[in-house]
């Protein structure tokens, strides 16, 4: 038999930049559990008509348009991030954020993490009685994402 070669969730996480020079440092996002990394596509769909056949179905022609990419997290407030991240919705430049992939030691495949410019775009705080509070965020890329290897 052959299994899928699995990634535990609790082996990714995404890190925020501190903004320092020459060197920034990259802090995990302490309390977001849940995490997600989506990149999207744009196209420009133009319908072209058979000159031969006017009648016959059209195709669509697709050019390929703009690239985007995107982070989300969700969980638990960890309180000495909220200074952070309420500074990275409130600057009026992009911050430097990385999903990494934090596979155990000698056992690497993915082994790296994607990187680039984003706006904190969405910030939600919520609180139930009884509970702990909770944090969702979106960040929303401000300039390419790449994938660095680790070295």
């Not at 690239?67 to 991030?81: N, P």
């Not at 992939?101 to 993915?110: K, L, Q, R, Y």
């Amino acid at each position: 038999m052959a299994y899928t070669d699995k990634l535990k969730s609790t082996r990714v996480y995404i890190a925020m930049g501190d903004g320092a020079t020459p060197t920034e440092v990259f802090a995990p996002m302490c309390g977001i559990n849940t995490k997600g990394f989506q990149q999207t596509r744009a196209t420009n769909d133009t319908v072209d008509w058979d000159c031969a056949d006017p009648d016959a179905s059209p195709i669509t022609v697709r050019d390929i348009g703009a690239k985007d990419w995107t982070i989300t997290g969700s969980g638990l407030l960890h309180r000495s991030l909220l200074a952070d991240l309420q500074a990275a919705f409130d600057s009026g430049n992009p911050t430097n954020f990385r999903f990494v992939f934090d596979e155990p030691t000698g056992s690497e495949v993915i082994d790296g993490f994607y990187a680039g410019p984003g706006i904190v775009t969405d910030f939600n705080i919520t609180g139930n009685n009884g509970e702990y509070v909770n944090i969702s965020i979106t960040i929303s890329g401000a300039g390419p994402v790449a994938f660095v290897t680790n070295p």
